[in-house]
C-alpha cells in the first residue's frame, strides 16, 4: 500500500491562508455589491437623514406592534378615482419587495388623507391592504407633517404625477429620501437599497 503524500508546513500555511483570504475577498466584495452607491439610484437620497416632528394631534398607527416600522408618506383624497389607482401602483411595488422580505414586512404606506374619510370610505380605498395606514386629521396638523416631509399637496391635482412621490421615513422619524413615482421595480429598487444602507 502506498504511502499518502503529506504536504510540508509550509504548504499546509499557504493553503490555509489562501482560503481564509478568498473568504475575506468574497465577504468584502460582497458587501460592495451590496451596499452599491446610492448615487446610482433615481432617489433623492438626504445624506444623514432631516428629523421629522409628528403633530401632536395626528394620530400615526403602531402598524400592529411590528418593531422598526418605516414608512412611505403621501398626500392624497381617498374620493379620487386617481389615488385608488396609485394605491393599486404601490401594491405592485410593494409585490417587488419581496426580494427583501424583511422590508417588505417592516414597510407602511403611510396615506395623509386631506378629505378625512369615514370608516365605510377608508375601508373602500385601503380594499384590505394591511400595510396601508390611512392618517387624517385637522388640515393644519397635516400640512404642518406634509411640509416637514417636502409633499405639501397644491393645485387640486391630487395623486398626478407630480404629486406621487411618497418620502421614506426611518423608525427614528427620519426623513432619508424623496421616493420618485416611477417603475414598481424601480422604486422597490430604490426603497430596498436605502433601507439597507440605513441600517
Known amino acids: 500500500m502506498a504511502k499518502a503524500m503529506r504536504r510540508s508546513p509550509k504548504a499546509r500555511l499557504i493553503l490555509i491562508l489562501a482560503a481564509l483570504s478568498s473568504l475575506v ?8 455589491w ?11 437620497v438626504y445624506p444623514s437623514g432631516l428629523q421629522i416632528d409628528y403633530p ?5 398607527p403602531d ?13 392624497a383624497d381617498t374620493r379620487e378615482q386617481a389615488c385608488s389607482q396609485l394605491l393599486d401602483h404601490y401594491a405592485f411595488v410593494f409585490n417587488r419587495l419581496a426580494a427583501w ?15 378625512r ?3 365605510t370610505s377608508l375601508d373602500t380605498f385601503v380594499g384590505g391592504r394591511d400595510w396601508v395606514d390611512v392618517i387624517t386629521g385637522d388640515t393644519a ?7 416637514q416631509l417636502g409633499i405639501l399637496p397644491g393645485g387640486g391635482h391630487w395623486c398626478s404625477d ?30 430596498g437599497t436605502i433601507i439597507d444602507f440605513v441600517e
Not at 451590496?34 to 433623492?44: G, K, N
Not at 401632536?56 to 400615526?60: C, V
Not at 396638523?141 to 411640509?147: E, G, H, P
Request: glycine fraction near 6%.
Open 25 to 32: 475577498g468574497g465577504y468584502y466584495l460582497g458587501q460592495y
Open 34 to 44: 451590496q451596499r452599491r452607491p446610492l448615487t446610482d439610484l433615481s432617489a433623492v
Open 56 to 60: 401632536a394631534g395626528l394620530t400615526i
Open 63 to 75: 402598524a400592529g406592534g411590528t418593531p422598526s416600522v418605516w414608512r412611505l408618506f403621501l398626500v
Open 101 to 115: 422580505p424583511s422590508i417588505q414586512a417592516r414597510l407602511r404606506l403611510s396615506v395623509l388623507a386631506y378629505d
Open 117 to 119: 374619510p369615514d370608516a
Open 141 to 147: 396638523q397635516l400640512d404642518s407633517l406634509s411640509a
Open 162 to 191: 407630480t404629486q406621487a412621490n411618497a418620502i421614506l421615513v426611518s423608525p427614528e422619524r427620519a426623513n432619508w429620501a424623496l421616493i420618485p413615482h416611477e417603475q414598481a421595480a424601480i422604486m422597490a429598487r430604490n426603497i
